[in-house]
């Protein structure tokens, strides 16, 4: 008879459990499965720590994935701050919110964004800068990846000279009209140390009128071309450092030019070649000329009266002012 009541307690102890078991909460995960987060190794994505010339961007793209909650925001940081959402796109598109991004709709169940980020505009060569890129999900588990930056300077030669040069009018005094570009030194026209020269006056306009023609073009062998900047994007001269682009701008966005003569007060004419046309202040040129590329920008077109004192026309400080690289 005690064993029989014995095995009606035992057997209710464990129907008491099995209906505590089936009623209660769930039972607490221990150890739960978190997001994970990964870069993909796709073309033009870095996946690695990697090289970015300064001044240029980069771009990853990062997968995510849930583990047993869904996701909930993607942080992206540089160093240790977060990175200013002004500096990244994702999937081309700007980042309206706040960073940490907050995931929605089908995003959370798992997503795959390619995300740009901008230069800062502060970096030097030199420099080593970690992007980490973190997920956290719904129940606040979260995994993470990063990629170091290395700044690193454009390749190629670096400049020989920077330097400013002033082209007279050639139908001024003995000495002028010429220039040489590899100091920015003033020259007569048919000086055999000048790679460029000035046209001159047009011989035909009876002053006081203004008569000088602001042009100018090559001489003593040298070649020519006017940038045609329409095909170069994002460009500008102060930011040109090396050598081969110069040359590379020479060779492919260059605009061929045609040959012409100069003027004389008396109107005798010299051959000149390459001649610019009509100018205005940032038009570029390249100049080859003793196996340099010469890139040259019209910082001024300065036309200087004569003066009034006089009847002749002797002064003739007309001039171009020029930024010169090579």
Do not use: H
């Not at 994002?234 to 050598?243: C, Y």
């Not at 012409?260 to 080859?288: I, R």
Request: charge should be negative; charged fraction near 20%.
């Amino acid at each position: 008879m005690k064993n029989f009541v014995l095995k009606l307690t035992g057997l209710g102890l464990v129907m008491v459990a099995l209906f505590f078991t089936s009623c209660g909460e769930d039972p607490i995960v221990v150890d739960p499965l978190g997001p994970e987060i990964s870069f993909v190794a796709d073309p033009g994505f870095l996946n690695a720590d990697s090289e970015v010339i300064l001044g240029e961007g980069f771009s990853v793209k990062i997968r995510m994935s849930k583990g047993d909650a869904q996701l909930g925001n993607l942080l992206v940081e540089e160093g240790t701050s977060k990175l200013a959402t002004g500096r990244m796109t994702i999937d081309g598109g700007a980042v309206t919110t706040q960073n940490a991004l907050v995931l929605f709709g089908t995003d959370k169940d798992g997503v795959t964004y390619s995300i740009d980020i901008a230069p800062s505009g502060t970096e030097a060569v030199g420099d080593f800068t970690t992007y980490t890129f973190t997920v956290t999900d719904d129940s606040g588990e979260t995994d993470a990846v990063d990629i170091v930056i290395e700044t690193t300077e454009e390749p190629g030669t670096p400049l020989s000279q920077t330097l400013t040069g002033v082209l007279l009018n050639q139908a001024g005094p003995a000495g002028t009209g010429g220039l040489k570009l590899a100091d920015g030194t003033g020259t007569g026209s048919a000086n055999i140390g000048a790679e460029i020269r000035d046209l001159g006056i047009d011989c035909t306009v009876t002053l006081p009128a203004e008569n000088w023609r602001a042009e100018f073009g090559t001489v003593n062998g040298a070649n020519m071309v006017k940038v045609d900047v329409s095909q170069l994007e994002n460009f500008s001269f102060d930011e040109v450092t090396k050598k081969e682009v110069i040359s590379d701008i020479y060779t492919n966005n260059g605009v061929a030019l045609s040959d012409g003569v100069s003027q004389s007060p008396t109107c005798v004419e010299t051959a000149v070649t390459d001649v610019s046309g009509t100018v205005a202040v940032d038009d570029l040129f390249v100049v080859f000329a003793n196996n340099n590329y010469y890139l040259i920008r019209v910082d001024a077109i300065n036309y200087v009266a004569d003066d009034p004192a006089t009847t002749a026309n002797e002064a003739n400080g007309d001039n171009f002012v020029f930024s010169i690289k090579y």
